[in-house]
């Protein structure tokens, strides 16, 4: 069963916009952890916020932020004062368990296509 | 260099071929990780090494074998491959065993784009 799910195949975004994504998980573990990634078209993953299961605060980084809503199971990513560069296919992934249970892998979600359009 | 670095970055390749894919981490991380992306599909775990020991396999074919000398590098030996095996393969290294549920450091190579003709 799907794990992970991004509901959003593409998204078109003004430059300057704020853009929510969104992504929703299923998990029966209380320590897990949420991942977000930006894959631009030369295919590399590129690292953007991380939550934590126990953290009260909702993560930041930049213009990165990411809404945690553990009871409704939602990680959604928000862009502030998007940029072209911004362009590119975002990813939300999930790492369940404790270390020695899941080795730190990750369960990625279908994307979201994000284009930033002048 | 510092990250996590893979090569190539494209290949080539007929299906009677044999060829390697390599990912070296400089992180000092102790697992390493192979996915593949398809088009149109999410990321799928193919292997898991942790501390040099293959933790995990799944269920990829056998014509994908895993290599892990030590805990920098991280090899995927290729052969006799078919054009669906045609995809973005990336290698990611973590730091796993460390204390709280941080994200360990989790971090991706830029990929290898393999095509099978």
């Known amino acids: 069963a799907q794990k992970i799910t991004q509901t959003q195949p593409g998204m078109f975004v003004q430059e300057k916009e704020a853009v929510t994504l969104d992504c929703t998980y299923d998990t029966s573990d209380q320590s897990y952890g949420l991942f977000w990634y930006k894959q631009p078209s030369s295919g590399e993953m590129i690292f953007l916020i991380y939550q934590g299961s126990y953290d009260e605060q909702n993560a930041t980084e930049g213009r990165y932020s990411l809404n945690f809503q553990k009871a409704r199971k939602s990680a959604n990513l928000v862009i502030s004062a998007s940029q072209l560069g911004d362009s590119a296919m975002y990813f939300c992934?999930?790492?369940?368990?404790?270390?020695?249970?899941?080795?730190?892998?990750?369960?990625f979600g279908a994307g979201t296509q994000v284009v930033v359009t002048p | 260099e510092t990250g996590v670095t893979q090569t190539p970055r494209h290949l080539v390749m007929g299906m009677t071929n044999k060829k390697s894919l390599k990912c070296e981490q400089h992180?000092?991380?102790?697992?390493m990780y192979w996915y593949k992306q398809s088009a149109k599909k999410p990321l799928e775990l193919m292997f898991v090494?942790?501390?040099?020991?293959?933790?995990e396999n799944n269920s990829v074919p056998s014509r994908f074998s895993p290599e892990c000398p030590n805990s920098s590098h991280l090899f995927l030996h290729l052969h006799t491959l078919q054009p669906e095996d045609s995809a973005l393969y990336l290698c990611?290294?973590?730091?796993?065993?460390?204390?709280?549920?941080?994200?360990?450091?989790?971090?991706f190579g830029s990929g290898t784009r393999l095509t099978v003709v």
């Open positions: 090494y942790s501390l040099e020991e293959r933790v």
């Open positions: 992934a999930m790492r369940e368990g404790g270390t020695t249970d899941s080795w730190g892998k990750l369960q």
């Open positions: 990611a290294s973590s730091q796993v065993y460390s204390a709280g549920t941080g994200s360990y450091g989790y971090t």
């Open positions: 992180l000092g991380h102790n697992a």
